[in-house]
């Protein structure tokens, strides 16, 4: 069964400092979002020794985060309801 998998930037940019940027290829298919992509070309970030795809993600926030918790539910901590603060 081949996996698929998504990687964002922080694992690829450690695992290429770590030299070990190919253990990503042994768990599956790679795919990298194109933001990811222009992240990891800003750092100089050498993804020539692996094989992935790159995908366009298009979110629109409106829907994919909708907001619609009243707002006396909110749970604000400050410092004057945090435990040991008054």
Known sequence: ??????????????????????LLERIGSLTIPEAVLDELARGSVD??????????????????????IPARQLHLHTASNVAGYS
């Open 1 to 22: 069964m081949d996996r698929s998998l998504v990687a964002d930037a922080g694992p690829v940019i450690h695992l290429t400092q770590a030299d070990a940027i190919s």
């Open 47 to 68: 993804l020539s020794a692996i094989d992935y795809s790159a995908v366009a993600v298009a979110v629109d926030l409106d829907t994919a985060y909708p907001i619609s």
